[in-house]
């Protein structure tokens, strides 16, 4: 059994050992777009038409206050 783990854990070591790899990018690269043509047919979409959905109604949060007076003067007391 011992034998096994060790198999497992050698093969698993040697296959994560890897050498590094060093990548090299082109530092600047010309695209000439005035040698490129595209070929086709400019034409209108036809019937486009969106299906209507249902709209979600959320409730309001805040409480069902005639006026929020109170408040309103002492957030006016903080700045003073």
Known sequence: MKFLFLVC????ITAFAQ???NYEYKKFEK??????????VAGSPGDISVSPRLRKE??????DRANF?????KSLDGIR
């Open 9 to 12: 854990m050698f093969f698993s």
């Open 19 to 21: 050498k590094k790899v």
């Open 31 to 40: 695209f000439d777009f005035s040698e490129m043509s595209v070929e086709g």
């Open 58 to 63: 959320f409730q309001n949060k805040l409480p």
């Open 69 to 73: 007076n109170r408040e309103m003067k």
